[in-house]
């Protein structure tokens, strides 16, 4: 008790000590100070608004009745057991409704705390939202976003100060005209410190943003009711965009109400300090209800990129359903993503691929360049925990993917992944059977080839999707291998430009495909499997 | 010599500059090297593996057979079947004309994803004529939906539609609305069903 006692002597003494010298040296008259307090601006606030804020102002001690009887003492106007400033009414601040100074925790009721810091319940709840998500930092920068209704309290308060003490000397000095330090401002510098003792962490220019957005429904509408021309234009825009707004109500409260803010920004520019006065009640009423708070969160996307090799020809690159029906057992981009989820968390993942490959088609050799983007990521991952992701997928029982030099990598890859995937050459290796049996002369006919251009009408495969057109392609050089034990099959090589249809180019699509390897040997060619077996790339290698 | 790795040797078989094809490690190696045994003796080819074969036998006229294969993008490719009257002509057929009436199906061409300026014709619109020696015979389109391509090169080489009708020598590629083609679907005639109609192996 005796302990509790001392704490309070000194923080009563500390907050006589901070009304002192804010009298001295920037206060107006302090019957001025008290008319403000007794319209509801808060003390934090008021401090605010004569430049007197720091962050000293956190003070514990420094509360309403404490100011008021400081007041008392200096200033005879304050005089007078019942004053209007000392009513227990509970309203927030008529400026920044309690966003300095919160008096309760919106989502479990009313909660006085009196005892300790009010700011520190705000750094509390943020220290738990970043526990609970799991986040690891070393490091954050933080974000304020206030509803537009603070700077019009503000304004209102002005003015009306203006109208009041307009003509007394001490108005006509800087005191009350010069730009002060705004709500978010203040918040910031109470809230900065607080966090950076409860995180352990320094705030900064850090990837990881904290998010503080408040915002008051009823504020805000009310505003915007009061506000010209506001009605018309809206209601404008919405019949010129039709019924679709209307039909979701959730999604259209939710932005009605950040274009209100906006709009209200943008509506408070343009008016006049005299039409301000004329649409607004001065000073402003008390309002009861604070701001809403939500904490959010917000780390960039990392991206985690490799090279992957498809040994299956039942798997898909992506997840492949028509008409609710799956095609092929598995996908690339499920088995991956699935363990990338396992080791790191995030909101969400997305896979990309250096181009792709058919379902039948297997990626051996080399392996295909691929990232992915995970949102949002809850810790950065670890060399080892990158390793295990690798592990996880090349230990998995079904073997339809293997991973090769996994890595992190930073997003410039993502231009250098783009960048390659036009001209890039690929590597394949065809099983394909003729018509009749090849001779050597045929063989070396095919290899001697370099750099032969073709013409691909778009194949009747995907004609349905993609545009007709005649694509000229280059095939770089071809090998063909004789299969031991059978006369018509071979095993052909070839390297191509990216892009070139493989299977068309064995077969002719029907002579669409020109020149062919049907074409070329006089015979029918017919295509049974294709592996990739190089995509050249200098990327992941 | 020939019972070694033929791709790892084809540089110096060939006397040609080394190529990539040899620089495959073991297990790339072992993964594309085919295993002759469990290979057909004949593969099924392309068209048979990736579209439906349909059969339209005496459409609208006696002998003027044609065919419909369908892939499974709902596009269709339509041409001579074996047995059309024109086939059977002395000389065969010497020409294709793609002027019927009022267009030239060989001028408009199709552009886009979106397939702008595509024709929709009906099952039963003219597709083109075939002309043999002394006759001229009316191919019809068989399925109704969009025109997207025809087979230009018959133009210079009508001689396709003999050596090879069922392949390189199709005639066009319509696009149809999926609800189109279960419509009509049942008036064909499977391969096999027409080739026993026709008698032909």
């Given at each position: 008790?005796?302990?509790?006692?001392?704490?309070?002597?000194?923080?009563?003494?500390?907050a006589?000590?901070?009304?002192e010298?804010?009298?001295a040296?920037?206060?107006p008259?302090?019957?001025a100070?008290?008319?403000?307090?007794?319209?509801?601006?808060?003390?934090?606030?008021?401090?605010?608004m004569f430049?007197?804020?720091?962050?000293a102002?956190?003070?514990?001690?420094?509360?309403?009745?404490?100011?008021h009887?400081?007041?008392?003492e200096?200033?005879?106007?304050?005089k007078?057991?019942?004053?209007?400033?000392?009513?227990?009414?509970?309203a927030?601040?008529?400026?920044?409704?309690?966003?300095?100074?919160p008096?309760?925790?919106?989502?479990?009721?009313?909660?006085?705390?009196?005892?300790?810091?009010?700011?520190?319940?705000?750094?509390?709840?943020?220290?738990q939202?970043?526990q609970?998500?799991?986040?690891?930092i070393?490091?954050?920068?933080l974000e304020?976003?206030?509803?537009?209704?603070?700077?019009a309290?503000?304004?209102?308060?002005?003015?009306?100060?203006?109208?009041?003490?307009?003509?007394?000397?001490?108005?006509?000095?800087?005191?009350?005209?010069?730009q002060?330090?705004?709500?978010?401002e203040?918040?910031?510098?109470?809230?900065?410190?607080s966090l950076?003792?409860?995180?352990?962490?320094?705030?900064?220019?850090?990837?990881?943003?904290?998010r503080?957005t408040?915002?008051?429904?009823?504020?805000?509408?009310?505003?915007?009711?009061?506000?010209?021309n506001?009605s018309?234009?809206?209601?404008?825009?919405?019949?010129?965009?039709?019924?679709?707004t209307?039909?979701?109500?959730?999604?259209?409260?939710?932005?009605?109400?950040?274009?209100?803010?906006?709009f209200?920004?943008?509506s408070?520019?343009?008016?006049?300090?005299?039409e301000?006065?004329?649409?607004?009640?001065?000073?402003?009423?008390?309002?009861?209800?604070?701001?809403?708070?939500?904490?959010?969160?917000?780390?960039?996307?990392?991206?985690?990129?490799?090279?992957?090799?498809?040994?299956?020809?039942?798997?898909s690159?992506?997840?492949?359903?028509i008409?609710?029906?799956r095609?092929?057992?598995?996908?690339?981009?499920?088995?991956?993503?699935?363990?990338?989820?396992?080791?790191?968390?995030?909101d969400g993942?997305?896979?990309?691929?250096?181009?792709?490959?058919?379902?039948?088609?297997?990626?051996?050799?080399?392996?295909?360049?691929?990232?992915?983007?995970?949102?949002?990521?809850r810790?950065?991952?670890?060399?080892?925990?990158?390793?295990?992701?690798s592990?996880?997928?090349?230990?998995?029982?079904?073997?339809?993917?293997?991973?090769?030099?996994?890595?992190?990598?930073?997003?410039?890859?993502?231009?250098?992944?783009?960048?390659?995937?036009a001209e890039?050459?690929?590597?394949?290796?065809?099983?394909?059977?003729?018509s009749?049996?090849?001779?050597?002369?045929?063989?070396?006919?095919?290899?001697?080839?370099?750099?032969?251009?073709i013409?691909?009408?778009?194949?009747?495969?995907?004609?349905?999707?993609?545009?007709?057109?005649?694509?000229?392609?280059?095939?770089?050089?071809?090998e063909?291998e004789?299969?031991?034990?059978?006369?018509?099959?071979?095993?052909l090589?070839?390297?191509?430009?990216?892009?070139?249809?493989?299977?068309?180019?064995?077969?002719g699509?029907?002579?669409?495909?020109?020149?062919?390897?049907?074409?070329?040997?006089?015979?029918?060619?017919?295509?049974?499997?294709?592996?990739v077996?190089?995509?050249?790339?200098?990327?992941?290698? | 010599?020939?019972?070694e790795?033929?791709?790892?040797?084809?540089?110096?078989?060939?006397?040609?500059?080394?190529?990539?094809a040899?620089?495959?490690?073991?297990?790339?190696?072992?993964?594309i090297?085919p295993?002759?045994g469990?290979?057909p003796?004949?593969?099924?080819?392309?068209?048979?593996?990736n579209?439906?074969?349909?059969?339209?036998?005496?459409?609208l006229?006696?002998?003027?057979d044609?065919?419909?294969?369908?892939?499974?993008?709902?596009?269709?490719?339509?041409g001579?079947?074996?047995?059309?009257?024109a086939?059977?002509?002395e000389?065969?057929?010497?020409?294709?004309?793609?002027?019927?009436?009022k267009?030239?199906?060989?001028?408009?061409?199709?552009?886009?994803?979106?397939?702008?300026?595509?024709?929709?014709?009906?099952?039963?619109?003219?597709?083109?004529?075939v002309?043999?020696?002394?006759?001229?015979?009316?191919?019809?389109c068989?399925?109704?939906?969009?025109?997207?391509?025809?087979?230009?090169?018959?133009?210079?080489?009508?001689d396709?539609?003999?050596?090879?009708?069922?392949?390189?020598?199709?005639?066009?590629?319509?696009?149809?609305?999926?609800a189109?083609w279960?419509?009509?679907k049942?008036?064909?005639?499977?391969?096999?069903e027409?080739k026993?109609?026709?008698?032909?192996?």
């Amino acid at each position: 008790m005796t302990a509790t006692h001392a704490a309070a002597a000194e923080s009563d003494a500390e907050a006589r000590s901070i009304l002192e010298r804010a009298a001295a040296a920037s206060f107006p008259p302090l019957h001025a100070v008290h008319h403000l307090l007794s319209v509801g601006v808060c003390v934090r606030c008021i401090f605010r608004m004569f430049g007197a804020f720091s962050h000293a102002c956190s003070c514990a001690s420094l509360t309403v009745p404490f100011f008021h009887s400081f007041l008392e003492e200096h200033d005879d106007s304050a005089k007078g057991g019942s004053c209007s400033c000392l009513s227990t009414d509970g309203a927030c601040c008529s400026i920044c409704f309690g966003i300095l100074l919160p008096t309760c925790h919106q989502d479990e009721g009313v909660v006085p705390f009196d005892d300790i810091s009010r700011i520190d319940i705000i750094t509390s709840m943020v220290s738990q939202a970043i526990q609970r998500e799991g986040y690891q930092i070393d490091g954050f920068s933080l974000e304020i976003s206030l509803p537009a209704v603070v700077a019009a309290n503000e304004r209102a308060i002005r003015l009306y100060m203006k109208e009041k003490y307009g003509s007394e000397n001490w108005f006509k000095d800087e005191i009350f005209s010069q730009q002060t330090m705004s709500v978010k401002e203040g918040l910031r510098l109470l809230i900065v410190p607080s966090l950076e003792k409860q995180l352990g962490v320094k705030h900064g220019n850090n990837s990881f943003r904290i998010r503080l957005t408040y915002t008051h429904d009823d504020a805000s509408l009310k505003l915007k009711r009061l506000l010209p021309n506001d009605s018309n234009r809206k209601r404008k825009a919405e019949s010129r965009e039709g019924n679709d707004t209307r039909r979701n109500s959730t999604y259209d409260d939710k932005q009605t109400l950040s274009e209100t803010d906006s709009f209200i920004h943008k509506s408070l520019e343009g008016i006049q300090d005299q039409e301000f006065c004329s649409l607004f009640k001065l000073p402003p009423e008390k309002v009861s209800k604070p701001c809403h708070l939500v904490i959010s969160f917000l780390r960039p996307a990392i991206y985690i990129g490799g090279r992957y090799l498809k040994l299956s020809r039942n798997v898909s690159q992506s997840c492949w359903i028509i008409d609710d029906e799956r095609m092929g057992e598995a996908s690339v981009e499920e088995i991956i993503k699935e363990s990338v989820c396992a080791i790191s968390r995030g909101d969400g993942y997305k896979f990309h691929a250096a181009g792709r490959e058919d379902i039948d088609v297997r990626m051996l050799g080399s392996g295909r360049p691929f990232l992915i983007e995970v949102l949002n990521v809850r810790s950065i991952p670890s060399a080892i925990e990158i390793q295990q992701i690798s592990d996880k997928i090349n230990s998995s029982e079904k073997k339809h993917v293997r991973i090769r030099n996994l890595k992190l990598v930073d997003n410039e890859i993502w231009a250098m992944m783009r960048e390659g995937e036009a001209e890039k050459q690929k590597q394949y290796a065809a099983l394909i059977w003729t018509s009749s049996p090849l001779t050597d002369d045929d063989l070396q006919k095919i290899s001697v080839i370099k750099d032969m251009e073709i013409v691909q009408n778009t194949p009747v495969r995907v004609l349905h999707r993609r545009s007709p057109l005649e694509r000229k392609r280059i095939i770089h050089w071809m090998e063909i291998e004789k299969v031991e034990g059978s006369s018509n099959y071979y095993l052909l090589h070839l390297c191509t430009q990216a892009g070139t249809y493989i299977k068309e180019f064995v077969h002719g699509d029907l002579g669409r495909t020109n020149p062919s390897i049907g074409s070329m040997l006089r015979c029918r060619a017919e295509i049974l499997q294709l592996d990739v077996t190089d995509v050249k790339m200098d990327l992941l290698q | 010599m020939a019972g070694e790795d033929a791709a790892a040797c084809a540089p110096q078989v060939g006397g040609h500059a080394p190529r990539d094809a040899a620089s495959f490690d073991e297990e790339t190696r072992a993964l594309i090297a085919p295993d002759a045994g469990s290979l057909p003796a004949t593969p099924p080819s392309a068209v048979e593996a990736n579209f439906a074969r349909y059969f339209a036998a005496d459409y609208l006229n006696p002998g003027h057979d044609q065919y419909v294969y369908r892939h499974p993008n709902g596009l269709c490719v339509v041409g001579l079947a074996p047995a059309h009257v024109a086939l059977k002509e002395e000389g065969g057929i010497t020409a294709i004309d793609f002027n019927v009436g009022k267009t030239d199906r060989s001028e408009i061409k199709v552009t886009g994803k979106r397939k702008r300026n595509a024709q929709h014709l009906q099952e039963n619109s003219a597709l083109c004529k075939v002309c043999t020696k002394d006759k001229t015979f009316v191919v019809r389109c068989c399925v109704k939906g969009q025109l997207l391509e025809i087979n230009d090169r018959l133009m210079k080489q009508p001689d396709l539609l003999n050596t090879s009708a069922d392949r390189e020598g199709y005639i066009a590629i319509f696009m149809q609305k999926p609800a189109d083609w279960l419509k009509v679907k049942d008036k064909f005639l499977s391969f096999e069903e027409y080739k026993n109609l026709r008698g032909i192996c």
